[in-house]
């Protein structure tokens, strides 16, 4: 222990007159500063902490994405050449996105800020076993012209 503080040594406030001299922290000597700091934390009133707020499901942003997809889904369902299924030939249910939905298609859509989930070039109408089929058989699909590579 070679330090250039100087331990602060003297007679304790707590401990009897004759006591020898102790090194002191607070004017205390080690055992009754322990006890010292024991009652002041025990007096101290505990921080009250507030309730936190659950983090949200989703963000605001995707909230907002979301609620334009949906939009857009519902017209573009709604088309006339839509509505059949061209796997199947059954009635359409959902939109497979043929370059996924994640990122932009290309320097077009990056400037305009549309991403591949709201890009209806890269849509198509399909029932809901037609879209098991895609997803399920990927090279079967990029055949067909029913998916696109993501690259």
Same mark, same amino acid.
């Given at each position: 222990m070679y330090s250039t503080i100087k331990v602060k040594t003297g007679k304790c @406030?707590?401990? *009897?007159?004759?006591? =020898?001299?102790r090194p002191l @922290?607070?004017?205390?000597?080690?055992? %009754?500063?322990?006890?010292?700091?024991a009652k002041e934390n025990a007096e101290k009133n505990p921080k009250e902490t507030k309730a936190r707020k659950p983090l949200p499901k989703i963000s605001k942003k995707k909230a907002v994405q979301d609620a334009k997809y949906i939009a857009a889904k519902i017209q573009f369902m709604?088309? =006339?050449? &839509?509505?059949i299924c061209p796997v199947t030939g059954q009635q359409t249910t959902d939109v497979h996105h043929k370059?996924?939905?994640?990122g932009f298609a290309d320097q077009?859509?990056?400037? &305009?800020? @549309?991403?591949?989930?709201?890009d209806e070039r890269f849509w198509l109408a399909v029932s809901r076993d037609g %879209?098991?089929? @895609?997803?399920? &058989? *990927?090279?079967w699909a990029k055949e067909n012209g029913y998916s696109l590579n993501r690259l």
């Open positions: @406030i707590d401990c *009897p007159r004759d006591a =020898p001299y @922290i607070a004017k205390r000597c080690q055992s %009754h500063y322990k006890v010292y700091r709604g088309k =006339p050449e &839509n509505e370059k996924g939905r994640v077009w859509a990056r400037i &305009n800020n @549309i991403t591949l989930l709201l %879209h098991r089929q @895609i997803e399920e &058989n *990927p090279s």
